[in-house]
């Protein structure tokens, strides 16, 4: 469950900020491959990858994962 409300904002936040998942992806060094398992939450991501994301997006890791 965790992992699809996660799969969920990191998707709402990509298309907040504007990004395509191929931006995305390129932008934090992450395979676009990873990066689509992780938006359907059929990949857990570890904090490392969350971390990319969130800078890139502009957020903050607890604002991504919704602590």
Do not use: P
């Not at 934090?28 to 991501?45: F, P």
């Amino acid at each position: 469950m965790e992992n699809r409300q996660l799969a969920q904002r990191l998707r709402a936040f990509r298309k907040l900020k504007g990004y395509t998942q191929q931006q995305l992806a390129d932008e934090t060094g992450i395979s676009l491959a990873v990066l689509g398992a992780i938006e359907r939450g059929n990949r857990r991501a570890e904090d490392q990858i969350l971390n990319k994301i969130a800078d890139v997006l502009g957020i903050t890791l607890a604002e991504l994962k919704n602590l």
